[in-house]
């Protein structure tokens, strides 16, 4: 056993490091650390700067551009973009679709969309859930039907994040109805600007504008746009997700929250002193901190497991990295508002630049009620918690 | 040893959940915070018809000679219907200072707030106090025959509506002394104050007080803020309570509707546990709501803030528990602002850190010896 990184990989580091505060636009760095989602400029911007580095695609086949990194490179890169913070390469086409179609798609289309993927020209939203179909996502209705050479879309697809954005959506979608659920659906690839297609936001409960519920009347797409076999579209999912929930223990991203509460609980007074010398908030923290550290050991020891394993499954200890990931993320979150006191209740909108010209507020409290409120949402997607706990129960309790 | 309501209290109770249920739909209440003022002039009026306005003054100050009950029954339909009036701040806060502050203020004012001719705000929070009412940094002068005060108050509810405020300045003594803190009353016309949506879609402002020229209504205030602070408690947590009722009942119902997988997922069992754990959060909150009027009436002033703490502090890890599991047993839809379960969880989140959140109480009364004393 040797749990230290390699010389090699302390090099790594700090050139990947070195790298993005080279690279990294300023004002997209302090926009994430006042802790705002960045815009679609922001993401685009930054990724085509990381294409050009050969970095956009870590996952990726060196064949399809990726750097050719060993795990525990890809767990440093991800880790120190968290931390700077800067934007993670766009997660619907680096690790949704992209490997979905490198692992089951054709030739033709990895040409025709791979490169743009991983440029950022086509920006992708995920077309899985639907009213009725949540949890239960093999329950979904959303049909395409075979005509002549074309897939002809009818249904819903709901909770479509950032569609307002995208230029393609990847479609789970029912082909055929009389199968067992899991055995009737297909993998489709869908242009958003189609006739038929019509995107409606849905406002969440800080304000924000994130998610889409996604009609579609009648929407033709090329029969070529399929993705693997005809029915056969639930092993792309079931291979989608498990990465997905992988991408979730947000290991970076929670120490980079942590050093901002730090940074604010300095700054904020309790008891006639600065928070941070509080013994019960320090506690608190340091409580965060020391699950951080052991969730931080577990994806490293996933890492090294899945370095050794053969196959390419989906491990499913990511069940463990999902549920522990989102909790941690959301206890800081709820510190960081908790952190403002009652300066947490002034309503920032988190997508617009309030300038703050009366001074309503210490600027850094701006929004962080607003995160607590949307990050409840964590514990929702990419598989629920309770659904992961299920699929532990089954997959290794053996219940 | 009695729970129950007498039959006045239960009258008050229904017409104010009838007048809710007539004016505070889900639509009614989005228009309501979209209008000017963030909340609704109808519904004000219809509070200073059904008196409630007025309800908590003595009678010969022409109010209606409520108690902390009362108040306290309409805060919780207040709770249920999510109500953005400035209710809370004109007669819990304000009110509270207007009972006890001299007869010719009384007379002069309380006919106006029953008639819904005056709201009231409270100014206290500054940028350093935090939770702490004696941390007051805004100063108050004598001038003339008067006094002036000078400083900024922060997240004064509904402050950008309010006619006269209620301030606490200090006239003597250092920053964070218990001692030398003024209750004051300033005309709004002497403020500046500037709103701005809180996140529960609620009101409140930022007021900015220059040399104002201000009534004197206690000089030795900060006994006067705990008593009026202690009450405000009491109604928060009926407040709360009320919240929570509709979010845990809003689960319930939705987990019964709600299909997936091919049945109800209020069948299964790990979901039923959750709802299970939400109603023992919330029946301890109830409880906690009883005890918060008994502990607002004590007469030794540390027993009521031992007692004000430890409610704010079951309140709170209630609110907590509920508001985020109500979230997450209805999944997506209740992230959304179109859904209203997620409208309480804000509201929750909110009345938790009013006048301190759960962990600034329970540091508070564990520093106070707690509740129970080693013989
Ligand atoms: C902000 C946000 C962004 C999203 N982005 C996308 C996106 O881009 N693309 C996309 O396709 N989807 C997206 N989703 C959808 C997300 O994947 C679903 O919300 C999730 O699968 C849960 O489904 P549901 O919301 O319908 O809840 P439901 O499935 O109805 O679940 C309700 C509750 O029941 C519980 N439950 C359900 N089944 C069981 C069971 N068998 N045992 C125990 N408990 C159970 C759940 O855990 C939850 O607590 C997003 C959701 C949100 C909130």
Redesign the interface.
């Known amino acids: 056993m040797d749990l230290n990184f390699s010389a090699e990989e302390i090099a790594f580091r700090h050139e990947v490091r070195a790298f993005i505060d080279a690279s990294l636009p300023a004002a997209t760095r302090a926009w994430l650390v006042a802790g705002k989602s960045p815009t679609k400029a922001m993401v685009v911007e930054w990724q085509k700067i990381l294409n050009a580095k050969g970095w956009a695609v870590p996952e990726w086949p060196v064949q399809w551009g990726g750097p050719g990194w060993s795990a525990a490179q890809k767990y440093i890169f991800r880790e120190e973009l968290q931390m700077a913070p800067a934007p993670s390469p766009l997660g619907f086409n680096v690790n949704m679709c992209g490997p979905v179609i490198i692992a089951f798609g054709t030739e033709a289309q990895k040409q025709r969309f791979l490169p743009r993927m991983a440029n950022l020209d086509d920006w992708w939203c995920q077309g899985f ?1 639907e009213p ?1 179909a ?3 996502l093999a ?1 979904l209705k959303c049909r395409a039907v075979r005509d002549g050479n074309e897939w002809v879309i009818n249904g819903q697809k ?2 479509t994040t950032l569609a307002q954005h995208a230029d393609w959506i990847f479609l789970l979608c029912r082909t055929n109805p009389e199968a067992k659920k899991q055995e009737g659906i297909s993998f489709i690839l869908c242009p958003m600007n189609l006739p038929g297609i019509t995107v409606r936001p ?6 924000g504008h994130e998610v889409n519920e996604v009609f579609f009347d009648d929407v033709r797409v090329p029969v070529e746009n399929l993705v693997g076999e005809e029915n056969k579209g639930w092993d792309c999912a079931k291979y989608l997700l498990g990465n997905e929930r992988f991408g979730q223990a947000r290991v970076g991203a929670s120490r980079e929250r942590i050093r901002r509460l730090k940074i604010i609980a300095r700054e ?5 002193r600065p ?1 941070i010398e ?1 013994p ?2 320090r506690r ?1 923290m340091t409580e965060i901190e020391v699950e951080l550290k052991a969730l931080e050991m577990t994806v490293m020891r996933v890492i090294a497991q899945d370095m050794k394993r053969a196959d390419s499954k989906p491990n499913p200890a990511t069940s463990v990295l999902k549920i522990k990931g989102t909790e941690i993320q959301q206890g800081v979150s709820e510190m960081l ?2 952190a403002a ?7 920032g909108d988190p997508d617009e630049e309030g300038s703050n010209e ?5 600027d850094w409290a701006f929004g962080l ?2 995160t ?3 990050w ?2 964590q ?3 990419g598989g ?3 659904i992961q ?1 299920n699929i532990m129960a089954k997959a290794f309790l053996g219940l | 040893m009695d729970f129950d309501l007498t039959e006045d209290q239960s009258l008050l109770a229904d017409s104010v959940r009838k007048m809710f249920a007539d004016g505070y739909g889900f639509e009614q209440r989005k228009a309501y915070i979209k209008s000017a003022e963030g909340w609704s002039t109808a519904m004000w009026a219809q509070y200073a018809e059904l008196g409630l306005l007025g309800l908590p003054f003595a009678e010969e100050d022409g109010g209606f000679g409520g108690g902390l009950t009362d108040t306290c029954l309409i805060a919780e339909q207040m709770g249920k219907a999510l109500a953005l009036e400035p209710w809370f701040s004109t007669v819990v806060l304000g009110g509270g200072f207007l009972r006890r502050a001299s007869a010719e203020l009384r007379r002069e004012l309380v006919p106006q707030v029953a008639a819904g001719e005056c709201k009231l705000a409270f100014a206290q ?1 500054e ?6 009412l004696f ?1 007051v940094a805004t100063t108050a002068k004598r001038e003339g025959g008067g006094w002036v005060i000078t400083g900024r108050k ?2 004064v509810l509904h402050g950008d509506s309010a006619d006269r405020f209620f301030v606490t300045a200090r006239h003597a003594g250092g ?2 002394d218990h001692g030398g803190i003024g209750v004051f009353m300033v005309e709004a016309k002497h403020a500046t104050a ?1 709103g ?5 879609g609620g009101r ?1 402002a ?1 007021v900015e007080f220059d040399k104002a020229h201000a009534i004197l209504v206690a000089e030795d205030g900060l006994p006067m803020v705990e008593a009026v602070v202690a009450e405000a408690i009491a109604a928060l947590a009926f407040e709360a309570v009320g919240c929570m009722d509709i979010a845990h009942a809003m689960t319930l119902d939705y987990m019964k509707t709600r ?4 049945k109800p997922i209020s069948s ?1 069992q ?2 039923q546990h959750r709802a299970a754990d939400m109603l023992v959060a919330l029946e301890q909150a109830r409880s906690m709501s009883f005890f918060a009027v008994q502990a607002a009436a004590d007469s030794d002033a540390d027993e009521r803030r031992r007692g004000a703490s430890a409610v704010k502090v079951q309140i709170g890890r209630s609110a907590r528990l509920v508001g ?1 599991q109500s ?2 047993l209805h ?2 839809i ?5 859904y209203a379960c ?2 309480y ?2 509201r929750l ?2 009345n938790d ?2 006048f301190g ?1 759960a ?2 109480h ?2 508070a009364l564990a520093d106070d010896g707690g509740l129970v004393k080693a013989a």
């Open positions: 859930s009725g949540g949890s239960d329950g709901t909770w849905i406002i969440t409960i800080e304000g904020s007074m309790d008891g006639g928070l509080d019960d908030f608190q508002m908790k006191g009652p300066y947490a209740w002034v309503d009366w001074d309503l507020a210490p009620a607003g607590y409120f949307n409840r949402k514990s929702i997607y629920s918690n309770e706990r | 929070v940028r350093q106090s935090r939770y702490d941390d922060g997240m920053q964070r500037r701005f949506r809180t996140v529960d409140a930022e299909q997936q997988f091919g299964f790990a979901l985020q979230i997450q999944g997506g209740a992230m959304t602002m179109e997620g409208h969880f804000k989140t909110m850190s009013l959140d962990d600034h329970i540091k």
